[in-house]
């Protein structure tokens, strides 16, 4: 048994003992059980290990009812406890304002019951489609009116951010194991388990439901743990070779603690990413609690001996405008200052140099169209039209370089669609897997 195999070192948060209940297969999309330790108990959903004691993020449902219902062998509503969303009670119907208010209650009790009931039917059928699209409908049917969020997840290929973290992934080469800390929906997981490294890579994020979206639709193939990583995170000391955490680490309080937990949880020379890593010196719409440059390397300075701070922009402008495989040049946090976005790379390893070739495009993966186009016919035998269609004003407003690099129309040579239509890669695609037009989802996405 692998020490460093995280399947066997998945510990409580709380006391650090390892969890009973852990096997090969604790991970298979139709596993439920419970996992132990001294302290607690946690329940293991859909091969997705719950370690919070509570109430679960933006749900109803809390770990010591799940553990109920698995008890009682109710897996499938177990399923769907953990799944739904907290909802808010909908608006009263006029006429309950005519009725005492015993019968008022009454009648509004009633209508909540009913819209939730009518809300996972139809979740449950959604659960069951796997057809072209079904995922993004998924997404959108959990986040109902909350369109920001729904898009940014529905439609996360093809941002500046996911560009980023692409071409740092190439710094995973030669790590084993991987760890994607507030992977949401695994986008990212599903990049780090298909590089040319072994397909090692768990991904960490307190929304069950983003969770189990990445292990049934977007990377199946990856593992899924539901924890607060600010509460620390539930793995054995050096379970990992490298630890990324993309648009993540600005939105935690616990920064200190965050940054000790990669380091204990990191192999001795492991390479941890922190990418698309908002300024505090820099005024942006969406809430946050962001550090200036000088703070974060004030921070990564007491855990790390080694440290990379690159501008987003920079970053941006050599892999995808420039088409560059160079790593841009480092600076300085005081360089920085200004800089709406940063990257650190960090390590304890006296042998790593971020000085490696970029590679976006993996000859493994599976390329499809970024669903953000619409392909429309073409009366040109040769190509096939595109024809971009963005979600809404504010996700461009979030996502304002897309239209750097992104057209609003473009057309595809025969020999790219071809080769999407057998699933095979050809070394013309490097350039649309750079600028997002085609990147590795799957096919019911």
Known sequence: MDERDPENVIACPGCGEALSGQDEHMFDAERFGLLRCSCSEYP??????????GPLADSNCDSERLCTLIRAG?????????????????????LTRLLPSALAARARSAQSRNSRSQWRHRFEMLCQDESPGSAIRLIRHYFGERYNAANYFA???????????????????????????????????????????????VGL?????????????????????CCDAEQGLPFGASAFDFALLSNFYHFIYQKRLMLAELKRVGHENSVVVISSLRNRNVITPTPNLALSPEGYQSLVDEQFETSTMISESALLEEIVLKASNEFPRADSAEALKDEPMINLILTNS??????????????????????LYRRRPDMR?????????????????????????????MHLPAGIVSALDKHEYVAEMEPLVREGVLVDLPASY
Not at 350 to 371: C, H, M, Q
């Open 74 to 94: 109710e897996h499938k509503r177990a399923l769907i406890e953990a799944l739904a969303p907290r909802q808010k009670a909908p608006k009263p119907h006029q």
């Open 44 to 53: 293991l959903v859909a091969g997705i290990p719950v370690i919070v004691r």
């Open 381 to 409: 035998d040769d190509m096939a039209a595109l024809a971009a269609r963005w979600p809404s004003e504010q996700y461009l407003e979030d996502n304002p370089e897309l239209r750097t690099y992104l057209p609003d129309e």
């Open 205 to 225: 994020d307190r929304n069950f439901f983003l969770l189990w979206l990445a292990n049934t639709r977007v990377a199946p193939d990856a593992r899924f743990v």
């Open 350 to 371: 006296p042998e790593f140099s971020a000085t490696d070739k970029f590679r976006s495009a993996n000859e493994g993966a599976v390329y499809r169209i970024n669903p």
């Open 155 to 201: 439609f996360r290929a093809g941002q500046p951010k996911y560009l980023i973290t692409l071409a740092l992934s190439h710094l995973t080469n030669a790590a084993d194991w991987k760890l994607d800390v507030g992977c949401g929906a695994g986008h990212i997981t599903r990049i780090l388990n298909n590089s040319q490294s072994s397909g090692n890579a």
